[in-house]
Structure formats: structure tokens, C-alpha cells
């Protein structure tokens, strides 16, 4: 099975602030990587999907980049809103479908 | 609006069984594969099953840790999926979301329902 890590386990950042959160594949999943955002009370959103591919409705202040193993998801000008937890996924070799541990976003 | 509503959650014993439900609603349901996901501190997200379409004879695959103890299932004239729990497990403790699938992303998912698993 893929690995999915994100070694940052919990991130604070200031309104207005440029966020990169990483996520790294155990191996090459060929761009099939997906962001999920996660509200306090529990609700799951799909961000960006096909590393780079914004779901709709997202803002575009969110973006997503990356290739082989390694990708980020990179918040511009951080809003209140944005306050979650950030989870990647790995969609190439099905199943299983696996997740990263998440990174938490808090506000400085 | 695409809407996914899971119910059934709730307390159960260990060994025990439980069936979790998830009515669909602002998409055409059969075209889509459909999956189980939960959650739980020590786990973190944990894919349970997933089951495909009609045309794909309603293939199902299972995560390892329920193998043999879950089956999922669909209704596309409900447009609604299942997970059939059995021989409940402390470690199945969660919350269950459903998702649909697309383009190799789960593109929505549900509000979740509540799994405890307990004496």
C-alpha cells in the first residue's frame, strides 16, 4: 500500500499569511494526489484534486503543485475561515485509497 | 446540490452487528462509485470499502481491518449505499462517512454518523 505522510502535524499562521502545507507519498503516484479540508465540526470538503485541479466552488487563493512523491497545498492571504485541518490523499493505485495524517491549521 | 446523508450510527457491543445507511440526492446515483470512510483519533481517516458501478458487475473492495466482517452494498433505485457491520470491534470505533468518487478524488462526503463500539 501507499504511504501518504504530512510530517507537519500543526501549523500557526497570521491573517494574510502565505501557507504551504506538504504532504509526501511513499511512492511516485503520478500526480493522483487530492486535498481535503476538515471544519472543527467535522465537515469534509475536497479542495484540489489531480494535484493542481481546484474543486468547484473553491476559493482560488488555494492551489496545489507537485510531481513524483512530493506536493504542497499553498494558501494565499489566509482567511478565518480557513481554519481546518488539511488532509492529502492519494488517488493512483486504488485501493486502497489512503490518506496523510493531517496538519492542522490554527491562527497565530 | 449534491447531498450525501448517512444515519444508523450509534452504541453497540462488541461482536455486535449494525448497518449504517447513505441516501444520495442532486446527482444521478448509478454513476458514480460510492465508498465508506471513518475516523478516528488514533487512525486518523482510514478508507473502509468501496463499491462500483452496475457496469462494473458492483465490484466491491474492502480495507484489510474489515475484511470478511463488512459488506458494502447499493440501491441505485434508492440511490442509496450500505455498510453491513458484523462482529463489531472496539478498533471500529468512529465516525463513518460516505463519499462519492470522481475523477480518482471523493468529491463529497457526508456529515458522518457516530460508531461506538463498547460494553
Known amino acids: 500500500d501507499i504511504q501518504m505522510t504530512q510530517t507537519t502535524s500543526s501549523l500557526s499562521a497570521s491573517l494574510g499569511d502565505r501557507v504551504t502545507i506538504s504532504c509526501r507519498a511513499s511512492?511516485?503516484?503520478?500526480?493522483?494526489l487530492n486535498w481535503y479540508q476538515q471544519k472543527p465540526d467535522g465537515t469534509v470538503k475536497l479542495l484540489i484534486y489531480?494535484?493542481?485541479r481546484l474543486h468547484s466552488g473553491v476559493p482560488s487563493r488555494f492551489s496545489g503543485s507537485g510531481s513524483g512523491t512530493d506536493y504542497s497545498l499553498t494558501i494565499s492571504n489566509l482567511e478565518q475561515e480557513d481554519i481546518a485541518t488539511y488532509f492529502c490523499?492519494?488517488?493512483?493505485?486504488?485501493?486502497?485509497?489512503?490518506f496523510g495524517g493531517g496538519t492542522k491549521l490554527e491562527i497565530k | 446540490e449534491v447531498k450525501l446523508e448517512e444515519s444508523g450510527g450509534g452504541l453497540v457491543q462488541p461482536g455486535g452487528s449494525m448497518k449504517l445507511s447513505c441516501v444520495a440526492s442532486?446527482?444521478?446515483?448509478?454513476?458514480?462509485?460510492m465508498n465508506w470512510v471513518r475516523q478516528s483519533p488514533e487512525k486518523g481517516l482510514e478508507w473502509v470499502a468501496e463499491?462500483?458501478?452496475?457496469?462494473?458487475?458492483?465490484?466491491?473492495h474492502y480495507a484489510e481491518s474489515v475484511k470478511g466482517r463488512f459488506t458494502i452494498s447499493r440501491d441505485d433505485s434508492k440511490s442509496s449505499v450500505y455498510l453491513q457491520m458484523n462482529n463489531l470491534r472496539a478498533e471500529d470505533t468512529g465516525i463513518y462517512y460516505c463519499?462519492?468518487?470522481?475523477?480518482?478524488?471523493?468529491?463529497?462526503w457526508g456529515q458522518g454518523t457516530s460508531v461506538t463500539v463498547s460494553s
Open positions: 463519499t462519492r468518487c470522481n475523477s480518482y478524488a471523493m468529491d463529497y
Open positions: 511512492q511516485d503516484i503520478s500526480n493522483y
Open positions: 442532486g446527482f444521478t446515483f448509478s454513476n458514480y462509485w
Open positions: 490523499q492519494q488517488g493512483n493505485t486504488l485501493p486502497p485509497w489512503t
Open positions: 489531480y494535484t493542481s
Open positions: 463499491i462500483r458501478l452496475k457496469s462494473n458487475n458492483y465490484a466491491t
